[in-house]
């Protein structure tokens, strides 16, 4: 038996009857209309079937986007000062390192943030002097460090927002400046923010499931993707009413009755529907 739609009771009476003989009207919602809003392309390789679930679901059911500052930070050699005043929410403050001449700086400073599917950050730096003209950042994502920019930067009072180039789980962010003139200058870093998108599903209900060896997806839709997934599991997935995806291995909730006339727990069962999630969607691949 395999769970289509989710719904819940929308009113619920006292009455006289025996409960055989109640009717309550229960409303059932196809989420999979708004889960399969974007295709999915990504391989993965050795992962938990329920981490690879999580996974899609971050990068693909994204509803918005807002900034998030770092949590904590990493200043290795402790060559920073002031280190919590770059995520303080204060334009005015700022952490500081001495940079050589001629040279970027030999210390990072890592942000750290507990882990959030990130697609940019943005930062406020301010020259000290002249001559600390450059920053690069770097973001830590897939198990490695990525170079996301370097190069030049707006003065102290505008934010300077860096994109990645798509959506992924990130834990910190690391910066470092360089110094053109000829004798040491301090560099200041004023504030810095993580993009932070927000998911419009939920997996409070994602089992972890086998690793897979080896799976890939080339622009299929996320509901084709979660079932290709639970067929190689032996497992089986829906959507409840909330927008939490359930994925658990079948043996564990079979379905407790059939829906069939005989059934004492209920009259009759009548459905009346719509065209509210009717769907009529085309999906274009376009090569450039």
Same mark, same amino acid.
């Given at each position: 038996?395999?769970?289509?739609?989710?719904?819940?009771?929308?009113?619920?009476?006292?009455?006289?009857?025996?409960?055989? &003989?109640?009717?309550?009207?229960? *409303?059932?919602?196809?989420?999979?209309?708004?889960?399969?809003?974007?295709?999915?392309?990504?391989?993965?390789?050795?992962?938990?079937?329920?981490?690879?679930?999580?996974?899609?679901?971050?990068?693909?059911? %994204?509803?918005? %986007?807002?900034?998030?500052?770092?949590?904590?930070?990493?200043?290795?050699?402790?060559?920073?000062?002031?280190?919590? $005043? #770059?995520?303080?929410? +204060?334009? #005015?403050? $700022?952490?500081?390192?001495?940079?050589?001449?001629?040279?970027?700086?030999?210390?990072?400073?890592?942000? &750290?943030?507990?882990?959030?599917?990130? !697609?940019?950050?943005?930062?406020?730096?301010?020259?000290?002097?002249?001559? %600390?003209? #450059? =920053?690069?950042? $770097?973001?830590?994502?897939?198990?490695?460090?990525?170079?996301?920019?370097?190069?030049?930067?707006?003065?102290?009072?505008?934010? +300077?927002?860096?994109?990645?180039?798509?959506?992924?789980?990130?834990?910190?962010?690391?910066?470092?400046?360089? !110094?053109?003139?000829? %004798?040491?200058? !301090?560099?200041?870093?004023?504030?810095?923010?993580?993009?932070? #998108?927000?998911?419009?599903?939920?997996? !409070? +209900?994602?089992?972890?499931?086998? =690793? =897979?060896?080896? =799976?890939?997806?080339? +622009?299929?839709?996320?509901?084709?993707?979660?079932?290709?997934?639970?067929?190689?599991?032996?497992?089986?997935?829906?959507?409840?009413?909330?927008?939490?995806?359930?994925?658990?291995?079948?043996?564990? $909730?079979?379905?407790?009755?059939?829906?069939?006339?005989?059934? *004492?727990?209920?009259?009759?069962?009548?459905?009346?529907?719509?065209?509210?999630?009717?769907?009529?969607?085309?999906?274009?691949?376009?090569?450039?």
């Amino acid at each position: 038996t395999k769970k289509l739609f989710s719904g819940r009771i929308l009113s619920k009476k006292e009455s006289f009857l025996p409960p055989n &003989l109640l009717k309550y009207p229960v *409303e059932c919602v196809d989420h999979t209309r708004d889960l399969d809003k974007k295709l999915v392309t990504e391989s993965y390789k050795d992962q938990g079937a329920g981490d690879i679930i999580k996974n899609l679901i971050a990068k693909y059911t %994204i509803t918005s %986007i807002s900034w998030m500052s770092p949590t904590s930070h990493l200043d290795e050699h402790d060559k920073w000062e002031f280190e919590t $005043y #770059a995520y303080d929410d +204060n334009d #005015a403050s $700022y952490t500081f390192t001495p940079v050589p001449p001629t040279s970027w700086g030999a210390d990072f400073l890592d942000l &750290l943030i507990d882990e959030v599917i990130c !697609n940019k950050v943005r930062f406020k730096a301010r020259f000290s002097q002249d001559d %600390i003209t #450059a =920053i690069s950042l $770097y973001v830590y994502y897939e198990d490695t460090w990525h170079k996301i920019y370097e190069g030049g930067y707006n003065t102290w009072s505008v934010w +300077n927002e860096i994109p990645l180039d798509g959506f992924y789980l990130v834990t910190r962010a690391a910066a470092v400046f360089y !110094n053109s003139g000829d %004798i040491e200058k !301090n560099a200041h870093l004023h504030e810095f923010d993580f993009g932070v #998108a927000e998911p419009d599903f939920t997996t !409070n +209900n994602v089992e972890d499931g086998p =690793i =897979i060896p080896d =799976i890939s997806f080339d +622009n299929v839709q996320v509901s084709e993707a979660i079932t290709k997934i639970a067929e190689i599991c032996g497992y089986e997935w829906y959507i409840d009413y909330d927008k939490d995806v359930h994925f658990f291995d079948k043996n564990t $909730y079979p379905a407790p009755f059939q829906l069939d006339d005989d059934q *004492e727990y209920y009259k009759d069962l009548i459905i009346n529907t719509d065209i509210s999630q009717l769907r009529n969607r085309v999906y274009v691949k376009a090569l450039g």
